[in-house]
């Protein structure tokens, strides 16, 4: 049986610290066919990272077969230097400094492509077709491997004059940057200094929801610190809608109403009045069809 497609779909990819995920997305925001996900190996030679991300690229056309294929659009975790399609030196892909991936990606294709920072594809999505549908203005933060946040006013990414808009994994928190807490790697790293045992976020998450002191320890520090970023960012850009995704959100029982707790009483009364938050309304496909809306406006 012949699969009759939409008029219009576009790849989406998403390259995070930990894994790249890719799928078929139509003008709607309808998944098409079978998204896939590997692993990133991030520290593995770069030139092995890209062989994988073009061979994931190729089951994605394969899926396609029939459709027209508008293009590639890539999220990818930064910073990168959008104009010129290139990830500069970026913590979680340190084997791929100052990679083209544009280039390689159109080349290798020929196909039209998008690259934009992982946090500013994913919030496009929201607003196009998850939580920040129907809002004006959205301020997102993606909380993976790393920290991103990403700014989108009627349906258009705020990049900033260097495109590093909403970088704010760097700024200074205590005695480090605010992404060695806010982040999945963060929180392994508070139950490191506590314990001095190095274990994943997810078992650590495990062991809060078990009453483990030391677990609710670090998620407590977590808290008070994503409570405070939050509050910087919001103060300055004063969104309807603040959209939290990425893969820390499985642990959103753990934090989520203590943080909105502190959250507000950080930022103006007036604003906390009338502010919403909310997870990703697209969960974890958000990323590939964030990178697949990037074809799809501007």
Not at 40 to 60: K, V
Not at 75 to 93: A, F, V
Not at 111 to 128: F, I, Q, T, W
Not at 164 to 176: F, N, R, V
Request: aromatic share 6%.
């Amino acid at each position: 049986m012949r699969i009759v497609y939409p008029k219009k779909i576009a790849i989406g990819v998403d390259i995070g610290g930990t894994k790249i995920k890719a799928g078929l997305v139509d003008i709607n925001g309808q998944i098409i066919g079978i998204p896939e996900s590997i692993r990133t190996l991030a520290h593995e030679p770069g030139e092995m990272i890209i062989e994988q991300l073009t061979l994931l690229i190729r089951r994605m056309i394969q899926q396609a077969d029939g459709a027209e294929l508008i293009g590639i659009g890539i999220g990818s975790t930064g910073p990168l230097d959008i104009n010129k399609g290139i990830i500069l030196e970026c913590n979680n892909l340190p084997t791929l400094h100052n990679y083209p991936l544009h280039k390689k990606i159109e080349s290798t294709f020929g196909l039209p492509v998008k690259l934009d920072n992982d946090a500013n594809a994913m919030m496009l999505g929201e607003a196009l077709w998850g939580a920040g549908r129907n809002l004006n203005s959205i301020l997102g933060i993606t909380l993976g491997t790393g920290l991103g946040a990403a700014i989108v006013v009627n349906r258009k990414i705020i990049r900033g004059a260097t495109g590093c808009a909403g970088e704010i994994w760097l700024s200074p928190y205590k005695e480090g940057m605010i992404e060695d807490y806010v982040s999945g790697t963060g929180i392994s790293n508070l139950y490191q200094r506590i314990t001095k045992r190095k274990i994943s976020g997810e078992e650590i998450s495990k062991l809060a929801r078990e009453g483990d002191i030391n677990a609710l320890k670090a998620w407590k520090e977590f808290t008070q610190a994503l409570a405070y970023a939050l509050s910087w960012t919001v103060n300055i850009v004063d969104p309807e809608v603040v959209i939290i995704g990425g893969s820390v959100m499985h642990s959103s029982d753990i934090f989520w109403d203590s943080m909105v707790s502190l959250f507000k009483k950080y930022i103006c009364p007036q604003t906390a009045a009338s502010i919403q938050l909310k997870p990703a309304g697209l969960k974890d496909n958000a990323g590939f069809m964030g990178a697949a809306a990037l074809m799809f406006v501007e």
